[in-house]
């Protein structure tokens, strides 16, 4: 996709502050971070969801993602970190190329994720746990 703002930071064509690169991924600074070294790290090839990419590049990016947590933690002297991917508007994804944020975390950074839990009705689980299974 020649307009994605991720290509076109992975192509060179848009400045980032870029962490980590190799020949199928990129980590660079997230221009609006939640807390300093907030990352995200991506395939230079186009993928809108994480279902798209395939094996080889997703085995890339896990990899990439496991190093670019260990660098940005130790970096910030972070207590933790949580590691997102938003997949599809719905879930809060703003550009469509798929990406995982890495946001290091600390007990004093108010950060709240907000997702609320819920509980399983009589049956609920086992008959969404056989969906699930169904369509592996």
């Known amino acids: 996709m020649n307009d994605c703002i991720f290509c076109r930071i992975a192509r060179g064509e848009i400045p980032a502050h870029k962490l980590m690169e ?3 991924t990129l980590s660079f600074l997230d221009i609006n971070p939640v ?3 907030h990352a ?4 230079k090839n186009h ?3 994480l279902t ?3 094996p080889d590049e997703m085995r890339a990016l896990a ?3 496991q190093r670019l ?3 940005v933690s130790t970096a910030t002297g972070a207590e933790g970190y949580n590691i ?3 997949n599809g508007v719905c879930a809060g994804q703003v550009v469509p190329h798929a990406h995982f944020h890495v946001i290091p975390r600390t007990s004093s950074d108010g950060y709240r994720l907000g997702w609320r839990q819920g509980k399983y009705g009589q049956g609920e689980a086992e008959a969404i746990c056989r969906k699930i299974r169904d369509n592996f």
């Open 22 to 24: 190799d020949g199928l």
């Open 35 to 37: 807390n300093p070294g």
């Open 40 to 43: 995200l790290v991506i395939t």
């Open 47 to 49: 993928y809108a969801a």
């Open 52 to 54: 798209d990419i395939p």
């Open 63 to 65: 990899e990439h993602l």
């Open 69 to 71: 947590a260990c660098a």
């Open 84 to 86: 997102i991917l938003n």
